[in-house]
């Protein structure tokens, strides 16, 4: 069984920095695009940012220049640092991968963490 445990995370200041990591773990045969949604409360889950297996990346218009993603493929691990934070970047943040296991591959998520930018 395949599962995305997310840490970090928490209470920040506007202007104020914090972490996010998501490990896969589980009978991991490959790991393709990993991404990082958000969903504040009343709105849609929206994507913040994804990355490939090769390190390429795209984000959000709303996060560019203030998030940076990556990954360490022989951990199975993606990240997610977020600077000059706003309270609008307020959501749960919730960790996506494209994995293949022995039964397929198909979408995991993580369980969520909540990001909260205080004014």
């Known amino acids: 069984q395949v599962m995305l445990v997310e840490s970090g995370g928490g209470l920040v200041q506007t202007g104020g920095s914090l972490g996010l990591s998501c490990a896969a773990s589980?009978?991991?045969?490959?790991?393709?695009?990993m991404a990082w949604y958000r969903q504040a409360p009343g709105k849609q889950r929206e994507l913040v940012a994804a990355i490939t297996s090769g390190g390429s990346s795209n984000y959000a218009d709303s996060v560019k220049g203030r998030f940076t993603i990556s990954r360490d493929n022989a951990k199975n691990t993606v990240y997610l640092q977020m600077n000059s934070l706003k309270p609008e970047d307020t959501a749960v943040y919730y960790c996506?991968?494209?994995?293949?296991?022995?039964?397929?591959?198909?979408?995991?998520w993580g369980q969520g963490t909540q990001v909260t930018v205080s004014s």
């Open positions: 996506n991968a494209n994995i293949s296991t022995w039964v397929g591959q198909y979408d995991y």
């Open positions: 589980g009978r991991v045969f490959s790991i393709y695009v």
